[in-house]
Antibody, heavy 122, light 111 residues
């Protein structure tokens, strides 16, 4: 079955950087678009970024709140999705979910990881 | 771009039906039939319940149904069961500039 396992979360100071990873198994990773979605403590879901299966720059999309600071990428040879987060702010504190796009379904998400917590604090 | 608007809470008794609304704009919910609904239990990852306004993934009970009228989408849960008590989020494709918007979430309580 499909498994998505995030790692790389932790505590970081404002202005710092962090790179999240998501190891995918149980699927042909290179065939699917992938998302990052976050959820601040006690808050709702917020879409962060999407990368199409090829992973070229034109295949990447970002929420306005992270544009220019976060970079989504993927290594299809390693079945791994990444999120490079720079210039982190307190408002970036959240559980970050790696999630698989359901093809031809209006960008719905059919599989989610368990999430990794990022806390931005001095 | 603002998030989609959902009521913060909804409730119903076992066996009853409850409908949760999700209001967007003509550039997102109103423009595309790409509304999804997710169920989330506390401390757990979300689960896809409805996609493309009204389609159910395999394994989702047919008690869950979706619809859309203009800029507002709705999720209806019929024959409420205790296990339906959870948070529900809508999402919509919003074009290439904004891509995906989520609603603020609705906490469904089964009385």
């Amino acid at each position: 079955q499909v498994q998505l396992v995030e790692s790389g979360g932790g505590v970081v100071q404002p202005g710092g950087s962090l790179r999240l990873s998501c190891a995918a198994s149980g699927l042909t990773f290179s065939n699917f678009g992938m998302h990052w979605v976050r959820q601040a403590p006690g808050e709702g879901l917020e879409w962060v970024a999407f990368i199409q299966f090829a992973g070229t720059e034109s295949d990447k999309y970002y929420a306005d709140s992270v544009k220019g600071r976060f970079t989504i990428s993927r290594d299809n040879s390693k079945n791994t999705l990444y999120l490079q987060m720079n210039s982190l702010r307190a408002e970036d504190t959240a559980v970050y979910y790696c999630a698989k796009d359901q093809p031809n379904s209006g960008w719905s998400i059919d599989y989610w990881g368990q999430g990794t917590l990022v806390a931005v604090s001095s | 771009q603002s998030a989609l608007t959902q009521p913060p809470s909804a409730s119903g008794s076992p066996g009853q039906s409850v409908t949760i609304s999700c209001t967007g704009a003509g550039s997102d919910v109103g423009a595309y039939n790409y509304v999804s609904w997710y169920q989330q239990y506390p401390g757990k990852a979300p689960r896809l319940m409805i996609y493309e306004v009204s389609k159910r993934p395999s394994g989702v009970p047919n008690r869950f149904s979706g619809s859309k009228s203009g800029n507002t989408a709705s999720l209806t849960v019929s024959g409420l069961q205790a296990e339906d008590e959870a948070d529900y989020y809508c999402s919509s494709f919003a074009g290439i500039d904004n891509f995906i918007l989520f609603g603020g979430g609705t906490k469904l309580t089964v009385l």
